[in-house]
Nanobody, 123 residues
Framework: QVQLVESGGGLVQAGGSLRLSCAAS????????MGWFRQAPGKDREFVAH????????LYEDSVKGRFTIFRDNAKNTVSLQMSSLKPEDTAVYYC????????????????WGQGTQVTVSS
C-alpha cells in the first residue's frame, strides 16, 4: 500500500518560513522523481516544485523561484519543501506526489498523492 504523508503546514505571517515534509512508504522511493503541488480554494491544482530521483534536477514554478527549495533524502524516503519569504498568495493546500510521466509540470503525470497539508499565510 502506497502512502505519502505530508506534514509541516500551518499558519504563518507574511515574510515567514515553513518547511513541509512528505514521508513515503510502499514504493521504491529512490526510483521516483517527486513533486509538490498546491491548490487554493476555487483554483486548479498547480505545480510548485519537482526534484529528480537522484536530486540531479530541480524545477520551480516562477513565483516561488528563489523563495522555495525542494530537497529529498532517499535514505529516509522523504521529500521536503523549504518555503521562505512567504506571501498571502502562497496560501493553499500543499500536496506531494510521485512522478510517473514525462511532464514534471502536469499533475496528470503524477500517480501517488498525499492527503495534503494546509499552509495559510496572513498579511
Amino acid at each position: 500500500q502506497v502512502q505519502l504523508v505530508e506534514s509541516g503546514g500551518g499558519l504563518v505571517q507574511a515574510g515567514g518560513s515553513l518547511r513541509l515534509s512528505c514521508a513515503a512508504s510502499g514504493i521504491t522511493f529512490s526510483a521516483y522523481a517527486m513533486g509538490w503541488f498546491r491548490q487554493a480554494p476555487g483554483k486548479d491544482r498547480e505545480f510548485v516544485a519537482h526534484i529528480g530521483w537522484g536530486a540531479e534536477i530541480t524545477l520551480y514554478e516562477d513565483s516561488v523561484k528563489g523563495r522555495f527549495t525542494i530537497f529529498r533524502d532517499n535514505a529516509k524516503n522523504t521529500v521536503s519543501l523549504q518555503m521562505s519569504s512567504l506571501k498571502p498568495e502562497d496560501t493553499a493546500v500543499y500536496y506531494c506526489a510521485a512522478h510517473i510521466g514525462t511532464n514534471p509540470y502536469s499533475p496528470q503525470d503524477y500517480k501517488y498523492w498525499g492527503q495534503g497539508t494546509q499552509v495559510t499565510v496572513s498579511s
